[in-house]
């Protein structure tokens, strides 16, 4: 009875070769045609059916399918290994796609940790179903992805950008979740075997890192292909530990800003500070990498206390240039929250420069104020906020903060989460969260600002919505203080010749 089974693999497989070869391209019209003349529309009808189902059965579907690869999946390195030897024995060229779910650690927190890798599962079969057969992917770490495209006889540049572009669009379809959207944005770094000049897995690999590393710097929706340099980079990191300290002590590390503006005017209504590492070496490191190092390191309050003075010295910069700025945004951590000295310390830094207190936006997590009762935290922030400093509660929406702790924490604005603000112009329900978040607000007297808003559409929508002011690279990127100046005159003569955008009536 064995040898049944064999005898219909046999089968299958001459089925299949007749069905799926190159040769049926010049006969399918033919037999098309001959059963038609020969029988009719109902012999037409019989071949036009039962063409796809034997093509079915001899297994021709599943040729097209690219090679999933989720459980118990092999390492990159050895994948890799397997089809550089193909491009040897061939004279064929690969690619290797490594694509990163950006902010994956907030959808964590946000949506909670089943939810969040139930949906980066997810993402599996989304880029599954952009490759071609022979393509594989597996899924790496939670949120992160390798694509080893099959080798074939020439991939050029442009072709892979145009890959990693509809990889980038397949991930970033909205995915339901508990009856709602979520979006989510993914940069992509890649690598072409012509690109690094050499046949071994590792060198590749490295190549593909420090490509997504690379654009994880440049995100969100970042793509970025390999250049000469970037593994000198990627390299680095190991030695990012050993010199953090040092930059701290050295006066490495900067305040870089971002533009907050009046949806209403498009005046700048203030800056936020973000901290920025100046390396000598590697140029500009991004906080993705320097934040969770330090705070290991126990010197994230070093980092504060540099980024207080520095803020607030800007200010002072700006008064003297005659530009206005009304007020500066500057994150405060958990860490330096606990410290009980924090509101003499900013006390004195605003009396030692001659600035208002209200100038100061003190901008805390809903994170930390979620979990944060009757301690040093809550004493501190309502300490702030007695002083004159504006309380903003930041990343509005993704963590579990009740109104009532809005109100305790005397919070003067929100800042509506990326998440949220995401295809807010094209997304109904996008547009029913944000308006529930404005309702709200505009009755506990709140102002707000919207994070991340990338496109023109967003901001457009937003103040139709009601939203009063708006920060994001669809503004301006963050940059440092000397770039600053000629940004703020650009935008008043960019504001001088826009019109107005009418709010949403009704």
Known sequence: MQHIPQAMDGLRRKLRSALTGPHILAFLPAVVLGAFWLGGETWLLIVSLGLPVLFGIAGGFSQWRPALINDSPPQLPDLLRDSLARTRRKDLHLG?????????????????????????????????SVLRQGDFVLQRDAGEYAVVLAPVRQIDLETAIQLARRLQTAVEDPISVDASSVYISCSIGFVLDAQIGTLHSDDLLDAAEAALDDARSNGPSAIRSYAPG???????????????????????????????????????????????????????????????????????????EVMLTQSLLALAKWDAAGVDVPRIGVNFASAELRNPKLSDRVAWELDRLDLAPGRLSVEVLETVVSASPDDVIARNINALAQLGCIVDLDDFGTGHSSIASVRRFDVKRIKIDRSFVMKVDSDPEQQKMVAAILTMADRLGLETVAEGVETAGEHAMLAQLGCTHVQGFGIARPMPFDQTLDWIRSNDIKRKNTPRIGRRTG
Not at 102 to 116: E, Q, T
Not at 289 to 297: A, N, S, V, Y
């Open 96 to 128: 290797c796609f490594l694509l990163a779910l950006d902010d994956f650690d907030r959808l964590i927190d946000h949506h909670g940790r089943s939810v969040a890798h139930r949906i980066s599962g997810r993402m599996v079969d989304r880029i599954g």
């Open 230 to 304: 970037m593994k000198t980079v990627h390299r680095g990191h190991v030695e990012v530990t050993q010199d953090i300290e040092r930059a701290l002590e050295n006066g490495q590390f900067h305040p870089w800003f971002q533009p907050q503006i009046s949806t209403d005017t498009g005046e700048v209504t203030g800056f936020e500070a973000l901290a920025r590492w100046i390396h000598p070496r590697r140029g500009v490191v991004p906080p993705s990498e320097f934040l969770p190092l330090l705070e290991r390191c126990g010197l994230i309050e070093n980092l504060g």
